[in-house]
């Protein structure tokens, strides 16, 4: 925790503090749940600005499988 407050004390605002807190809340989902944050971030990142809004859910950690990519 001490580590913790020394490392946010330049996040810039409440704002950036917060959002910083979402993203390692999303990691540590993803890490509880057995998923590759990385891999989890990557392709909801790409998908998310198609993806309908009233179908959300389908794209929270818990719910989440991984988009089939097929190259011709």
Request: with cysteine; proline share 6%.
């Amino acid at each position: 925790m001490a580590l913790g407050r020394k490392n946010y004390l330049f996040s810039g605002s409440d704002a950036g503090g917060e959002r910083a807190a979402v993203i390692y809340t999303i990691v540590e989902t993803c890490k509880m749940g057995g998923i590759n944050p990385h891999a989890y971030l990557a392709d909801i990142i790409n998908r998310i600005a198609d993806h309908p809004a009233n179908r959300i859910d389908e794209l929270l950690p818990w719910n989440w499988s991984p988009q089939i990519i097929v190259s011709t």
